[in-house]
């Protein structure tokens, strides 16, 4: 097996690579380069395989799915409990079909509004020359929308009280150094995890407190379809918590993502808001799908698929990984594969423009397989609806298009943010600004 720690000149260039970038994301490029698809991190306390390419994606969640657990035993099993996520088998699949039919693609079309409703609702606030944080307003909006969507909560006045716990939530699974020391105490989030859990439990007490009384009418909503499979509050609970964050912090990065290649590229930008101009509010211009893919490919929000090895497994020509061990599949690195793309690490939407293929299992910012992202339309439409509403009501003004980096939390972030200078539009200089107003 080959392991870059073995290898000086390998381990200079992964040190020097952490210490530009203090990230991971660089020293996993550079293993990649120089050691190939298939890789174990060489560190005392972690040393788990790393394993990327189309061959290996199709293996992960196609073909030899059953070869491994998505259950583990880290802080994202601590904090969502047995949410759809982290359980395996039978389990799995019968939380997973309760769910799906609310996010189904044939589902959709019923939260076009409310999203676009409230993506104006947020950006509402901004006052004309206000510099925003897109990574905060995107926040706000993806969760209003996620809340209304699945659980019919209308979240605006609930937003200062979630805010904090939310943000800490996900500040509790992302990577920190209880990866290598698993039984370091973590003070500080005990009282945000517990108002989290606060607020979901109420909103399932007052829907069956709704039902009781028969409060009419009862939303046919992802909640109703959980209460209605006959699940306890906890396992309920445990479904909502990953819906909310898996379904909006994936998102949120996405979105601002977004704006900071728009910033980076303003040629882009000039252009996708000339399309947006011209095309009919219900219809996406061509532009706009391809720079949602194209910033997937680049940034996508879960980088990296965790797994447990249930029973020993070989890719490549003979690299076998035993059972017991913990393996992640790369998104990043199959997106950033040079054998694959043309100028990998450069932002080009053009790659995606129509009729232009990828390879199969070469692109996989939701996964793939019976276990694909559940969320997958779901978000691809609200990243349309929001992108399309924001570009074409306001615009924007880059401050830090050259200052932000990708930071591995629970998602893939731009960090310290985006900052944006926001200027309302003048009606007069978009028709359909004027025509989405009034919906
Ligand atoms: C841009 C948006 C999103 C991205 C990039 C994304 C990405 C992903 C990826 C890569 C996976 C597979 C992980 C693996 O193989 O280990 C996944 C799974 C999942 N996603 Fe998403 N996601 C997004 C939006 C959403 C939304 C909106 C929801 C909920 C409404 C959601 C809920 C889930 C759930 C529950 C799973 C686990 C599915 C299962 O194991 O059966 N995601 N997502």
Redesign the pocket.
């Known amino acids: 097996m080959k392991n870059p720690g073995s290898d000086p000149a390998t381990g200079r260039a992964v040190l020097k690579a952490f210490l530009a970038e203090k990230s991971p994301l660089g020293p996993l490029r550079v293993m990649a380069e120089r050691v190939g698809r298939f890789f174990q991190v060489p560190l005392p306390f972690f040393s788990p395989y790393i394993v990327f390419g189309p061959e290996a994606a199709r293996k992960v969640?196609v073909t030899e799915r059953k070869k491994f657990l998505?259950r583990n035993h880290d802080p994202v099993t601590d904090l969502l409990r047995r949410?759809?996520?982290i359980t395996d088998g039978e389990e799995?699949d019968h939380y997973?079909k309760l769910?799906e039919q609310s996010?189904h693609p044939g589902a959709l079309p019923r939260y076009a509004g409310m999203m676009r409703a409230q993506t104006r609702r947020v950006s509402a606030t901004w006052q004309d020359g206000q510099v925003i944080d897109m990574l905060v307003e995107a926040r706000k909006i993806a969760l209003l929308i996620?809340l209304q969507?699945?659980f019919s909560r209308d979240a605006w006045d609930d937003l200062p009280r979630i805010w904090t716990p939310i943000l800490k939530a996900i500040e509790y699974i992302s990577p920190g150094a209880w990866i290598l020391w698993r039984n370091l105490p973590r003070p500080g989030y005990k009282k945000h995890l517990d108002a989290l859990d606060a607020y979901l439990y109420e909103i399932i007490a007052n829907r069956r407190a709704a039902i009781t009384n028969h409060q009419l009418p009862i939303p046919d909503d992802l909640l109703q379809h959980l209460i209605d499979a006959g699940l306890s509050d906890d396992i309920i609970r445990d479904q909502m918590l990953?819906?909310l964050i898996?379904?909006?912090d994936?998102?949120t990065?996405?979105l601002a993502w977004v704006f900071a290649m728009l910033g980076q590229r303003p040629e882009t930008y000039t252009e996708l808001q000339r399309q947006l101009a011209e095309t009919p509010p219900e219809k996406t211009p061509p532009l706009l799908d391809q720079v949602i893919k194209e910033t997937?490919r680049l940034y996508?929000?879960?980088h990296i698929?965790?797994?447990i090895v249930a029973e020993e497994v070989t890719f490549g020509e003979g690299q076998t990984i035993p059972a017991g061990a913990r393996m992640f599949?790369s998104?990043y690195l199959t997106h950033r594969d040079p054998a694959i793309w043309e100028n990998p690490d450069q932002f080009c939407p053009e790659r995606f423009a129509h009729g232009r293929q990828t390879p199969p299992m070469a692109y996989?910012?939701?996964?793939?397989g019976?276990?694909?992202?559940?969320?997958?339309a779901?978000?691809?439409a609200?990243?349309r609806i929001v992108l399309s509403e924001l570009l074409q009501t306001f615009d924007f003004q880059p401050l830090n298009p050259h200052n932000i980096h990708p930071h591995m939390g629970a998602t893939l972030e731009p960090r310290p943010g985006v900052l944006m200078k926001v200027f309302r539009r003048q009606a007069t200089t978009n028709n359909y600004n004027l025509k989405s107003n009034t919906e």
């Open positions: 969640l998505w949410g759809v996520l799995h997973r769910m996010l996620i969507a699945l990953t819906m898996a379904g909006h994936t998102s990065a996405l997937l996508p929000p879960i698929g965790n797994r599949y998104i996989i910012p939701f996964g793939g019976p276990r694909a992202c559940i969320g997958a779901f978000g691809q609200e990243a």
